[in-house]
């Protein structure tokens, strides 16, 4: 009754050239969209902000956490002694700015805190990472 | 228009392209991330509260421990702090920010107190934190 083609099961190759094509898209889309960056050793959400200082390139990043603890790499410090533990680093680095995720809950005091530590330990430029406000 | 069965057997040879492709689609998708960040540049703070100057050609920005914002004593809505800001500084051209930080207050406030700081056109941006703001 239905006759079929002298090969049928070749055909689907045929539909898949349309998936294969929007796949394609997407990994381009990832590739040219997205950028990356090493993962932080915690999550933190950034404060909302609205200026934009276009600071590039900073090489040494610090992330503090919600309750005020202070991560550098995989090391975890207190905010009031980070300074001495950062200078070394910073020195190893050859830099002298840094970048400081904070939580937007994090307290105010220990980022101070964190911040004379680091001028202390001789950073000229501090710069907070934030998000764009909504 | 493309029937010729020669063609089609180089088809065969795209599964393990796909299988690929696929791969490395989700590898992408995994490890990119598309957060926007900005950056803000900061002033490191004062040693102590004491040392940032307390003349006439200073307003201050308490950052209170319940959340709130004063301005000069007054309390003020994040949303209004750049536009009060602005009025309190006026025309002229040397005046100072503080920004002074109670125990308990957040770094969120503190990003919008800085901010604020810096659009208002102030000559200079202070930040320290004290244990209790006393008004």
């Known amino acids: ?134 | 228009m493309f029937e010729e069965p020669v063609r089609r057997r180089g088809m065969a040879s795209l599964t393990p392209l796909i299988d690929v492709v696929f791969l490395l689609l989700i590898f992408f998708m995994l490890t990119t991330s598309f957060m926007q960040t900005q950056s803000l540049s900061v002033v490191t703070p004062a040693p102590s509260a004491d040392e940032l100057p307390t003349d006439a050609r200073v307003v201050e920005i308490w950052l209170m421990g319940d959340g709130t914002l004063r301005l000069d004593g007054k309390p003020v809505e994040r949303t209004a702090l750049t536009a009060s800001l602005r009025e309190a500084i006026g025309e002229r051209k040397d005046m100072t920010v503080t920004i002074l930080a109670e125990k308990g207050s957040r770094t969120q406030a503190l990003v919008a107190a800085v901010e604020a700081a810096r659009q208002s056109g102030a000559k200079a941006v202070g930040t320290a934190r004290v244990e209790k703001i006393k008004p």
Not at chain 1, 18 to 24: A, G, R, Y
Not at chain 1, 59 to 80: Q, S
């Open chain 1, 1 to 134: 009754m239905i006759e079929f083609d002298q090969d049928p099961p070749r055909r689907q190759f045929e539909t898949l050239i349309p998936l294969i094509n929007v796949v394609f898209l997407l990994l381009i889309f990832f590739l040219l969209a997205g950028t990356m960056s090493p993962p932080d050793p915690v999550a933190v959400s950034l404060p909302q902000g609205e200026l934009n200082d276009r600071e590039r390139d900073l090489p040494a990043t610090l992330v503090m956490e919600a309750d005020g603890f202070v991560w550098l790499g995989d090391r975890v410090m207190d905010a009031k002694i980070s300074g001495h533990m950062v200078e070394k680093y910073l020195k190893e680095q050859g830099t002298k700015r840094v970048a400081i995720k904070a939580d937007q809950d994090a307290p105010a005091e220990a980022l101070l805190l964190l911040m004379e530590g680091l001028r202390e330990a001789g950073v000229e430029q501090v710069t907070i990472l934030t998000e764009r406000g909504r």
